[in-house]
T-cell receptor, first 112, second 113 residues
């Protein structure tokens, strides 16, 4: 069975600084990988996805993630964060026709 | 993308009652998923609903507590039965589109007193 580990429950970052949110997964088969963002009191929005091909994936709002198969990781990065990036970020994995398995989430806190 | 509408968006219910949440999608989809997000927690898959067959429930979730209907390819309902305060959560409907990504509704925020 697949599982997702988000190593940091909370990440405080100063505005305009870079950030990396870590995600590791375990699965015995090929997977699809996703990052979703949830702004306060809102639903989930897809940031980016890895399905196949290039291991560096670019998403919305300046975010990108790199799939590393040997390390079973899919870390999310942004070179310069903005106050509006304050949100909960969820890493998720999907095998074949199954639903998504989510990590516990990382709360990104942007400090002015 | 997909337009997914959920009703109600929020509700406050009494212990022991049941609530049915509706999910309407703007086009036909094969698989629909129901998730629960407890306060301050991540999302947990409740069940997968395919049209024309029984829903498939994840470990820890049973049909008697969370009956699901899937009468056609654009609609599904999830009922939370005999509610207790522990059922207070956001319940989200999602569908698969295109290249395998899931799209989510805005969620139904349930508070049980």
């Amino acid at each position: 069975a697949q599982s997702v580990t988000q190593l940091d429950s909370q990440v405080p970052v100063f505005e305009e600084a870079p950030v990396e949110l870590r995600c590791n997964y375990s699965s015995s088969v090929s997977v699809y990988l996703f990052w979703y963002v949830q702004y306060p009191n809102q639903g989930l929005q897809l940031l980016l996805k890895y399905l196949s091909g290039s291991t560096l994936v670019k998403g919305i709002n300046g975010f990108e993630a790199e799939f590393n198969k040997s390390q079973t990781s899919f870390h999310l990065r942004k070179p310069s964060v903005h106050i509006s990036d304050t949100a909960e970020y969820f890493c998720a994995v999907r095998e074949s026709a199954d639903g998504l398995t989510f990590g516990k989430g990382t709360h990104l806190i942007i400090q002015p | 993308s997909a337009v997914i509408s959920q009703k109600p968006s929020r509700d406050i219910c009494q212990r022991g009652t049941s609530l049915t949440i509706q999910c309407q999608v703007d086009s036909q989809v094969t698989m629909m998923f129901w998730y629960r997000q407890q306060p301050g927690q991540s999302l947990t898959l409740i069940a997968t609903a395919n049209q024309g067959s029984e829903a498939t429930y994840e470990s820890g979730f049973v049909i008697d507590k969370f009956p699901i209907s899937r009468p056609n390819l654009t609609f599904s309902t999830l009922t939370v039965s005999n509610m207790s305060p522990e059922d207070s959560s956001i319940y989200l409907c999602s569908v698969v589109r295109g290249t395998g990504e899931l799209f989510f509704g805005e969620g139904s925020r349930l508070t049980v007193l």
